[in-house]
Structure formats: structure tokens, C-alpha cells
């Protein structure tokens, strides 16, 4: 199915292709025939690819070993909270059974030496499979992973065995990284420095949540990367150079003409900037765009602008058949063809005035410059309203959210970033492998324009009107998540790994306990898990953010969520100072009704937070998750004293299900009739050990990590129905396993 949607068209396309490129017009019949017989072979050759690709994904079978492997690291270092990400060829050495290379993305916490791109290590791995998108509009680890051709990811244990066996041999991977590593040290701003190593070589890894969310709000993502944009003002600017050369030398002037002096650099100066920049799909189209033009240009042959993008989608589909699968990929070339249209249609309204203008009207050059500076911010907001509504629907599709204040923000952005940063961040990154002290100027000058820049961007990120939030897919009828109606309630359990997250919704009122944050997560489980839940369902409000202790990573997620989602009131266990807003102590009891739902949180004194969501005549549900037995004794007596009421049809394992978090006494009170496990192992023999430990058949533990993210839809005096996530999801290609 993916390789007839990704193939299909480029074969479909051959017989312009023949008639672009050789001037060979095949008839109509024939060309169908031959472009269907294409088609057929290349889709079968791709989804031989695919399968062989999918074939060498690590097994869950395996999931969890431990094994010693040669590494060379082929990727730029990234840091995620206090551990570093990479991804690197593997040849795994032992145990024996394994033996076998393939492509892992390796997280290394807190290393005793920094790992450099280029370089080889001998390390000791704990190999586990990507994880498939169980929740609720949530990222899908597995699509990603099989569109970058990685089989598994690692994490490097400490050992005595990890050791590193070669240094960097150079080459074009260990440049970009020297580079990025003399901007980060040369300025002293970490946010600039972040800013122009992505300038410079496309290295964003540095780039904060909070500059991500602030360039995604006022619409200049596509300028902090290396854009397409980037990538053709180098070649204008090296073919400018090359023609002031060329008409400088006279030796130049008599042996080569002077355009093709200037394509003979500008392109291949451009090809040599987007691999430096990591050749990403923009700058791909934008290299083959630009030598398609050149080419034409010189060869003294016309074509159509949308010509020239048609064969820059073909080879782009031909060097990746995947990249359908990046979001840069649509943006990309929907962008372009909103661009191409938008001059096209330019060029047509200037021909009718030109057509209908007097003969003694004064030439246009006569124009004041006040008229010029009006019809160039004329155009170029046509410009940008033209590309913002094209890409307006696959931008809502892809991350539900629209910049607004974008399309005034790009008319100042662009020049500063395209005239300014992008000269900064290149400038100052080659005279810093000459000399430090040489490029101190530039990047002082760099710093200054950020500071003035930076804060105006933030200003207008903190506008209500910036961007909207919508998720079009919950507002189609057959694919809008089912709301409770009165009288009813849905708990939504995510898979968070070793963390845990639950969104609770009734008719008109939602809850959200703990937002899946886990020990140096920094919010990242908020943004990536929680925030997409809900505009899956919908929701734009929260009334209560329940938080079950207030620790430093769930006080991260907390402010993360707030951010994204309306936020009326914050309860949690603990203390949370200098908190945005007052924190209700969650561990006093408060019984409260929400459309005919009861709820009611508690907890022992300088505890965690209980949940108990349901009905006096049942079912209902108790979210005792971080207590320990100390508080689960304490609550347990004050259950038998009649101070609480403990009992629950489904309970929600404290700690992951471990035994030493209950007492006794604290199950036999809450008398539950099934078991939610959370964590990142549903092995078989945990799922009896928690059964024993809640004195229930095992069949009645349901483990997150092994069935995935699960709704419970409670009605007073029905049983709960469990509606499981993942069952009601499509089987893309990317999830087949063809060992199966």
C-alpha cells in the first residue's frame, strides 16, 4: 500500500519525464502501458525494501537483553535532559545469538566522556524495539524509526566494559559536529548558541522546548532549521561572487561564459551547504531545483516553474521513497507550489495592467520610493497569505496548530534571518576554524541581534490570538472520539512508561492525574503524550490538574501542560514553590459531583494524592498510584474506622505493581475486581505476581505496556467496558512484522 503510494506516481510520471528531459513523446497508449508496467516493478521493489527493512527490527522476543557491541556513532549528539542521543551502526559481539549489525538509536546518561560524532566504542547495550503509538493521538515511535532506517533503540548501562576504541577519522559528520561545538563555545548565550549551530549545520539538538514552542507559535520554525530558503540565498550570493570574479579576470572572461562560471559554483556551493546542513528533504528539493533551473537556463530551453518542482519531487521520492513519511516533506513542496502559483498568478495580473496601461502613462521607474516599499509589502503579504493557506490544512493535520501571528511576523523574520543570523551563524562558524579571536566580532554582533530579536518574539507568543489549536480529525463525525454522556464517565489510562497519566472526562468536566513524567523527563512526557490526547478528544480546558506528588519532573510537566491547555485548578501532594498558580493541598479530603459523577481525592498527611472517580452503587475506580505501605496502612485505618471509602471496582497498581507498596489490609478494603499495571514490563510472570498480590485471577491484570492505552467507560450499576486504543487503530505498514 505505501509503495504504491509512493512509487506509483513517480512512474506514472515517466512519460513527461521523457518528453521533459529528451524532447521524446511517447503516444498515449504505449505510455500509459509503460508507465503502469514501471509502476508495478517499483512498487514491488520498494515493499521488498520495506519488508526487509521491517525484518531487521530488533525483536520483542529479545526485548530488554543486555549485549556488548561495536559502535561507531554516525549521527550529530543531542541532548535529552541529563542523557545523550545519537543514533550509530551496531555490530553486536555477544552473546553469540545475536550477532548481527543493524542500526540502533543509543541514549547514553550522563557518560564519563563525551561521545563525538565519527567515533568508535566498545559498550555495553540494553536493546529494546520502538514503541508503536498506543495512545490517543500520540507520537508513534515505530513511524519514526522506520522512516530513518533505524531497527531498535539502545541504552548504554554503566559498565567497565564501555571504553572507546577509535577517534574520529574526519569527514563531513565530524565537521558538522566541530562546528556546532565552536559556536556552542564561542557564545556565551546559550540560546544563540543553540540558534546558530542550527544556522550553521543544522544542528538543533541544543534548541530548548521553550524555543521550540515560541518559534512554532509565531510561525518561524522553517527559519531556525536550514531551509530551502537558506540553501538558495548561499547559491545567489556564491554566484554573485563568481561573477564579480569572472569580470574581473580576463582569462576567466575568454574561457568560460560567465553563467555558466556562476552555476559552476553557485550549485554545487549549495549542494555542499545542504550536506553540511544534514541534507534534509528541503534542502534536497532546493538542490535539485536549483541545477534543474540552471541547466534549463543554459541550455536555452523553457519550462513551466511547476516543471522544474515535478522533477525535484521525483528525485527527492527517488533518493528516499520514505520521505512521504516527514512532515518536511509536505510542507516543503506544498510551500513551493503555493510560492509558484502565488508568481505566477502575479505575473498574470502585471501583464493585464501592462496590457491596458496608456502608451504616455511614466515609466514605473519614475515611481516614488514610498509607492516601491508599498507594493513590495503588498506583495510579499500575498506571498505569505498564499502559503499559509496552503499549508494550512496539512499543518493542522500534522502538529493541530496554526500560527496566526506568523504572517506578519515573517515579513521582519525573514530578512533578519536570511541577511543577518544566517551570514552570522555561517561567517563566524568558518573564520572560528581559522581563528576564535577572528570571529569574536561576528558573533558579538550575532548576540546583539538576538537580544533584540528573541524578546519581540516572545512577546508575540504570549498573545491569546497568536496560534489556534484544532485538531480537524476529532471534529469528523466517524473518527470523533465518544464523549460520556450524562451520568457516565471515561478514564483514560496512557501508556507513560514508568510514569503515569490519566485523563478523566465527564460531560462537560475533564481531570487530568499526573501527565506521565518520569526522572529527567522535563515535561517532554506532557507535550508528547497528554497534550495530543486531548485534542484527540477535543478538549481545550482542563477544570483540574491533579498531580500525585509534586516533584521536580511532575512540577516540569505541570507547567508544560499549562502552557499548552487552559488549566482552572491545581491540586497535588507536597508543595510546589514558586508555582504560576496556588496549589491545593490534594491530600485533604474533598468529595465533589461532576455531572452526576462522584470524585473524591484524599491522602495520608505529606503523602501522595488518592483518586476514587465512579458511583455509590459502583463501578469505580481508585488511583492510588505513588502511595507506599506506610500510607497505604494509613489509609487502610482509616478505612475500617468509616473515614473513607476505599472500595473499587478497578484499582490502578501503586508504584507499577510493586508487592511492597499494599499491605494487607489495603487490599482486602478496596476489594478490587480488576488490576490497571502500569510500567514498562507486562511480562506474563509480573501480571501473576500482581494478581497474587491483589488476590485476583491474573486474566484480570491489565498491563499497560503490553495491551497499550485503555479507556474505561464507567455507567452506575454496569460493569466497565474497556476500550483499548490500539485495537481501534489502523495496521500501517510500518507495524507489519513479517517474522510473524
Given at each position: 500500500?505505501?509503495?504504491?503510494?509512493?512509487?506509483?506516481?513517480?512512474?506514472?510520471?515517466?512519460?513527461?519525464?521523457?518528453?521533459?528531459?529528451?524532447?521524446?513523446?511517447?503516444?498515449?497508449?504505449?505510455?500509459?502501458?509503460?508507465?503502469?508496467?514501471?509502476?508495478?516493478?517499483?512498487?514491488?521493489?520498494?515493499?521488498l525494501?520495506?519488508?526487509d527493512?521491517?525484518?531487521?527490527?530488533?525483536?520483542?522476543?529479545?526485548?530488554?537483553?543486555?549485549?556488548?557491541?561495536?559502535?561507531?556513532i554516525?549521527?550529530?549528539?543531542?541532548?535529552?535532559?541529563?542523557?545523550?542521543?545519537?543514533?550509530?551502526?551496531?555490530?553486536?559481539?555477544?552473546?553469540?545469538?545475536?550477532?548481527?549489525?543493524?542500526?540502533?538509536?543509543?541514549?547514553?546518561?550522563?557518560?564519563?566522556?563525551?561521545?563525538?560524532?565519527?567515533?568508535?566504542?566498545?559498550?555495553?547495550?540494553?536493546?529494546?524495539?520502538?514503541?508503536?503509538?498506543?495512545?490517543?493521538?500520540?507520537?508513534?515511535?515505530?513511524?519514526?524509526?522506520?522512516?530513518?532506517?533505524?531497527?531498535?533503540?539502545?541504552?548504554?548501562?554503566?559498565?567497565?566494559?564501555?571504553?572507546?576504541?577509535?577517534?574520529?577519522q574526519?569527514?563531513?559528520?565530524?565537521?558538522?559536529?566541530?562546528?556546532?561545538?565552536?559556536?556552542?563555545?564561542?557564545?556565551?548565550?546559550r540560546?544563540?548558541?543553540?540558534l546558530?549551530?542550527?544556522?550553521?549545520?543544522?544542528?538543533?539538538?541544543?534548541?530548548?522546548?521553550?524555543?521550540w514552542?515560541?518559534?512554532?507559535?509565531?510561525?518561524?520554525?522553517?527559519?531556525?532549521?536550514?531551509?530551502?530558503?537558506?540553501?538558495?540565498?548561499?547559491?545567489?550570493l556564491?554566484?554573485?561572487?563568481?561573477?564579480?570574479?569572472?569580470?574581473?579576470?580576463?582569462?576567466?572572461?575568454?574561457?568560460?561564459?560567465?553563467?555558466?562560471?556562476?552555476?559552476?559554483?553557485?550549485?554545487?556551493?549549495?549542494?555542499?551547504?545542504a550536506?553540511?546542513?544534514?541534507?534534509?528533504?528541503?534542502?534536497?528539493?532546493?538542490?535539485?531545483?536549483?541545477?534543474?533551473?540552471w541547466?534549463?537556463?543554459?541550455?536555452?530551453?523553457?519550462?513551466?516553474?511547476?516543471?522544474?518542482?515535478?522533477?525535484?519531487?521525483?528525485?527527492?521520492?527517488?533518493?528516499?521513497?520514505?520521505?512521504?513519511?516527514?512532515?518536511?516533506?509536505?510542507?516543503?513542496?506544498?510551500a513551493?507550489?503555493?510560492?509558484?502559483?502565488?508568481?505566477?498568478?502575479?505575473?498574470?495580473?502585471?501583464?493585464?495592467?501592462?496590457?491596458?496601461?496608456?502608451?504616455?502613462?511614466?515609466?514605473?521607474?519614475?515611481?516614488?520610493?514610498?509607492?516601491?516599499?508599498?507594493?513590495?509589502?503588498?506583495?510579499?503579504?500575498?506571498?505569505?497569505?498564499?502559503?499559509?493557506?496552503?499549508?494550512?490544512?496539512?499543518?493542522?493535520?500534522?502538529?493541530?496548530?496554526?500560527?496566526?501571528?506568523?504572517?506578519?511576523?515573517?515579513?521582519?523574520?525573514?530578512?533578519?534571518?536570511?541577511?543577518?543570523?544566517?551570514?552570522?551563524?555561517?561567517?563566524?562558524?568558518?573564520?572560528?576554524?581559522?581563528?576564535?579571536?577572528?570571529?569574536?566580532?561576528?558573533?558579538?554582533?550575532?548576540?546583539?541581534?538576538?537580544?533584540?530579536?528573541?524578546?519581540?518574539?516572545?512577546?508575540?507568543?504570549?498573545?491569546?490570538?497568536?496560534?489556534?489549536?484544532?485538531?480537524?480529525?476529532?471534529?469528523?463525525?466517524?473518527?470523533?472520539?465518544e464523549?460520556?454522556?450524562?451520568?457516565?464517565?471515561?478514564?483514560?489510562?496512557?501508556?507513560?512508561?514508568?510514569?503515569?497519566?490519566?485523563?478523566?472526562?465527564?460531560?462537560?468536566?475533564t481531570?487530568?492525574?499526573?501527565?506521565?513524567?518520569?526522572?529527567?523527563?522535563?515535561?517532554?512526557?506532557?507535550?508528547?503524550?497528554?497534550?495530543?490526547?486531548?485534542?484527540?478528544?477535543?478538549?481545550?480546558?482542563?477544570?483540574?490538574?491533579?498531580?500525585?506528588?509534586?516533584?521536580?519532573?511532575?512540577?516540569?510537566?505541570?507547567?508544560?501542560?499549562?502552557?499548552?491547555?487552559?488549566?482552572?485548578?491545581?491540586?497535588?501532594?507536597?508543595?510546589?514553590?514558586?508555582?504560576?498558580?496556588?496549589?491545593?493541598?490534594?491530600?485533604?479530603?474533598?468529595?465533589?459531583?461532576?455531572?452526576?459523577v462522584?470524585?473524591?481525592?484524599f491522602?495520608?498527611?505529606?503523602?501522595?494524592?488518592?483518586?476514587?472517580?465512579?458511583?455509590?452503587?459502583?463501578?469505580?475506580?481508585?488511583?492510588?498510584?505513588?502511595?507506599?505501605?506506610?500510607?497505604?496502612?494509613?489509609?487502610?485505618?482509616?478505612?475500617?474506622?468509616?473515614?473513607?471509602?476505599?472500595?473499587?471496582?478497578?484499582?490502578?497498581?501503586?508504584?507499577?505493581?510493586?508487592?511492597?507498596?499494599?499491605?494487607?489490609?489495603?487490599?482486602?478494603?478496596?476489594?478490587?475486581?480488576?488490576?490497571?499495571?502500569?510500567?514498562?514490563?507486562?511480562?506474563?510472570?509480573?501480571?501473576?505476581?500482581?494478581?497474587?498480590?491483589?488476590?485476583?485471577?491474573?486474566?484480570?491484570?491489565?498491563?499497560?505496556?503490553?495491551?497499550?492505552?485503555?479507556?474505561?467507560?464507567?455507567?452506575?450499576?454496569?460493569?466497565?467496558?474497556?476500550?483499548?486504543?490500539?485495537?481501534?487503530?489502523?495496521?500501517?505498514?510500518?507495524?507489519?512484522?513479517?517474522?510473524?
Amino acid at each position: 500500500m505505501l509503495a504504491l503510494a509512493l512509487l506509483s506516481p513517480l512512474a506514472l510520471l515517466l512519460p513527461w519525464v521523457l518528453r521533459f528531459f529528451f524532447d521524446y513523446s511517447l503516444p498515449r497508449f504505449r505510455g500509459s502501458l509503460l508507465a503502469f508496467g514501471v509502476s508495478s516493478v517499483a512498487a514491488l521493489l520498494t515493499l521488498l525494501v520495506a519488508l526487509d527493512q521491517l525484518a531487521q527490527r530488533w525483536s520483542p522476543a529479545d526485548e530488554g537483553v543486555r549485549v556488548i557491541a561495536d559502535v561507531v556513532i554516525d549521527s550529530l549528539t543531542e541532548r535529552s535532559g541529563l542523557a545523550l542521543e545519537f543514533d550509530a551502526l551496531v555490530h553486536i559481539e555477544s552473546p553469540e545469538r545475536l550477532q548481527r549489525k543493524l542500526r540502533l538509536r543509543i541514549s547514553w546518561r550522563e557518560p564519563y566522556a563525551l561521545p563525538r560524532a565519527g567515533e568508535r566504542w566498545r559498550l555495553l547495550l540494553q536493546v529494546s524495539t520502538p514503541r508503536a503509538n498506543s495512545n490517543p493521538g500520540g507520537f508513534d515511535e515505530q513511524r519514526e524509526f522506520f522512516r530513518d532506517r533505524l531497527q531498535g533503540r539502545a541504552r548504554v548501562l554503566p559498565s567497565t566494559l564501555n571504553e572507546r576504541l577509535a577517534s574520529a577519522q574526519g569527514g563531513l559528520l565530524v565537521l558538522r559536529e566541530q562546528l556546532a561545538r565552536g559556536v556552542r563555545d564561542a557564545v556565551v548565550d546559550r540560546d544563540a548558541a543553540a540558534l546558530f549551530a542550527g544556522l550553521a549545520v543544522g544542528a538543533t539538538g541544543e534548541v530548548s522546548c521553550e524555543q521550540w514552542q515560541t518559534f512554532s507559535i509565531t510561525g518561524t520554525t522553517h527559519l531556525v532549521a536550514i531551509s530551502g530558503m537558506h540553501v538558495t540565498l548561499f547559491c545567489w550570493l556564491v554566484a554573485a561572487c563568481a561573477r564579480a570574479l569572472w569580470r574581473r579576470s580576463q582569462r576567466l572572461a575568454g574561457y568560460i561564459d560567465r553563467e555558466i562560471f556562476a552555476a559552476s559554483l553557485g550549485v554545487p556551493a549549495a549542494c555542499g551547504y545542504a550536506l553540511l546542513a544534514g541534507f534534509g528533504i528541503p534542502t534536497q528539493r532546493t538542490v535539485v531545483m536549483l541545477a534543474v533551473w540552471w541547466s534549463l537556463r543554459l541550455s536555452g530551453r523553457v519550462h513551466a516553474p511547476f516543471d522544474v518542482l515535478g522533477v525535484a519531487l521525483v528525485v527527492v521520492l527517488c533518493i528516499d521513497p520514505f520521505a512521504a513519511l516527514s512532515s518536511g516533506f509536505w510542507l516543503s513542496f506544498i510551500a513551493m507550489a503555493a510560492l509558484i502559483f502565488a508568481g505566477e498568478t502575479d505575473k498574470a495580473e502585471k501583464a493585464d495592467a501592462a496590457s491596458t496601461q496608456r502608451i504616455d502613462e511614466p515609466s514605473r521607474a519614475g515611481r516614488s520610493l514610498q509607492r516601491k516599499a508599498l507594493a513590495w509589502l503588498r506583495e510579499n503579504l500575498r506571498t505569505q497569505w498564499w502559503v499559509s493557506l496552503a499549508l494550512l490544512p496539512i499543518t493542522l493535520l500534522w502538529f493541530s496548530r496554526v500560527s496566526i501571528a506568523g504572517l506578519l511576523v515573517n515579513l521582519a523574520a525573514i530578512p533578519v534571518f536570511s541577511f543577518v543570523l544566517v551570514p552570522v551563524a555561517l561567517g563566524g562558524s568558518a573564520l572560528g576554524l581559522w581563528s576564535v579571536s577572528a570571529a569574536r566580532p561576528i558573533w558579538w554582533l550575532g548576540e546583539r541581534v538576538h537580544e533584540a530579536l528573541w524578546p519581540a518574539l516572545v512577546a508575540v507568543a504570549s498573545q491569546p490570538w497568536a496560534a489556534i489549536e484544532w485538531n480537524p480529525l476529532a471534529s469528523l463525525p466517524w473518527l470523533r472520539a465518544e464523549r460520556p454522556a450524562q451520568g457516565e464517565v471515561m478514564v483514560t489510562a496512557l501508556e507513560a512508561g514508568n510514569g503515569a497519566a490519566f485523563i478523566i472526562r465527564t460531560q462537560q468536566h475533564t481531570l487530568v492525574y499526573d501527565t506521565g513524567e518520569d526522572f529527567d523527563s522535563e515535561g517532554r512526557a506532557a507535550e508528547r503524550l497528554v497534550l495530543p490526547a486531548l485534542r484527540s478528544f477535543g478538549i481545550k480546558k482542563i477544570d483540574l490538574l491533579l498531580l500525585s506528588r509534586t516533584h521536580a519532573y511532575r512540577a516540569a510537566g505541570a507547567a508544560r501542560l499549562m502552557q499548552g491547555a487552559k488549566v482552572a485548578q491545581l491540586a497535588g501532594g507536597g508543595e510546589w514553590p514558586g508555582a504560576a498558580r496556588a496549589l491545593e493541598d490534594c491530600t485533604l479530603p474533598r468529595e465533589w459531583r461532576w455531572d452526576g459523577v462522584e470524585f473524591t481525592h484524599f491522602g495520608e498527611a505529606d503523602g501522595s494524592c488518592v483518586l476514587r472517580v465512579g458511583f455509590k452503587a459502583n463501578p469505580t475506580v481508585l488511583i492510588p498510584e505513588r502511595i507506599d505501605a506506610r500510607e497505604a496502612a494509613g489509609l487502610a485505618v482509616r478505612a475500617q474506622r468509616g473515614e473513607l471509602d476505599l472500595a473499587a471496582t478497578v484499582v490502578v497498581a501503586p508504584r507499577r505493581g510493586s508487592p511492597t507498596a499494599v499491605t494487607a489490609d489495603f487490599v482486602s478494603a478496596v476489594d478490587a475486581q480488576w488490576v490497571l499495571l502500569g510500567g514498562r514490563d507486562g511480562a506474563t510472570d509480573r501480571r501473576e505476581r500482581v494478581a497474587s498480590s491483589w488476590q485476583i485471577a491474573a486474566e484480570r491484570v491489565y498491563a499497560i505496556a503490553e495491551q497499550g492505552a485503555v479507556t474505561l467507560h464507567l455507567r452506575a450499576g454496569l460493569p466497565p467496558r474497556w476500550l483499548r486504543h490500539a485495537g481501534l487503530q489502523a495496521a500501517p505498514l510500518w507495524r507489519y512484522d513479517p517474522r510473524q
